[in-house]
């Protein structure tokens, strides 16, 4: 299986921040790498697919890059809304895997 | 609009089985998959498999393997998962989502998973 890891696992940061956060792939997966958001006791919600495409009606402040292993999502101005955990999810073999989670905090 | 809506709590016993309904609404339902997510307590997501609804074709993961089948009910546009012999670690929210698709010459394989049902409660629990 491919393993998704993801960094930092947690992160505090203040409201108009940029903030980043990585993905690195366990083998190369070309961008066959998703994004969701998960809100506090919310139902999962894709943001970002193929790596770098944004989700119809998803605010423009987030963004994906990378390709093979090494991937970043990112916020570009922290809103009080994005508090949440964002995952990161290969496609490229079977079985789907998804990184470990990386929950956002506010300062 | 999109909308997947999940069947409701159960409680089982050690042993027992659990089958979960996934109802969609909005959308050709033979042009996407299902998948199945769970999330047990305070944990992350783990991808349970998935059926594609379009010739049911399924994956699972393995470890889940041979306790667990998933069907399609093209008729009322409706996916169910059952998972037998159920454990005290399958306690989890189980969630259906419509999955995108891509093929190449061995098949047809899952992608992105669009839409999310809004879970359903499982607890195993003697």
């Known amino acids: 299986d491919i393993q998704m890891t993801q960094s930092p696992s947690s992160l505090s940061a203040s409201v108009g921040d940029r903030v980043t956060i990585t993905c690195q792939a366990s083998q190369d997966i070309s961008n066959y790498l998703n994004w969701y958001q998960q809100k506090p006791g919310k139902t999962p919600k894709l943001l970002i697919y193929?790596?770098?495409n944004l989700e119809t009606g998803v605010p423009s402040r987030f963004s994906g890059s990378g390709s093979g292993t090494d991937f970043t999502f990112t916020i570009s101005s922290l809103q009080p809304e994005d508090i949440a955990t964002y995952y990161c999810q290969q496609y490229a073999n079977l079985p789907i895997t998804f990184g470990q989670g990386t929950r956002l905090e506010i300062k | 609009q999109v909308q997947l809506v999940q069947s409701g709590v159960e409680v089982k016993k050690p042993g027992a089985s659990v089958k979960v309904s996934c109802k969609a609404y909005g959308y050709t339902f033979t042009s996407y998959g299902i998948s199945w997510v769970r999330q047990a307590p305070g944990q992350g997501l783990e991808w349970v498999g998935w059926?594609?609804?379009?010739?049911?074709?399924?994956n699972y993961a393995q470890k889940l393997q041979d306790r667990v089948t998933m069907t399609t009910d093209t008729s009322t546009s409706t996916a169910y998962m059952e998972l037998r012999s159920l454990r005290s670690d399958d306690s989890a929210v189980y969630y259906c989502a419509r999955t995108t698709f891509y093929y190449d010459s061995s098949g047809h394989y899952p992608a992105n998973l669009d839409y999310w049902g809004q879970g359903t409660l499982v607890t195993v629990s003697s």
């Open positions: 059926i594609n609804a379009y010739n049911d074709d399924t």
């Open positions: 193929d790596a770098s």
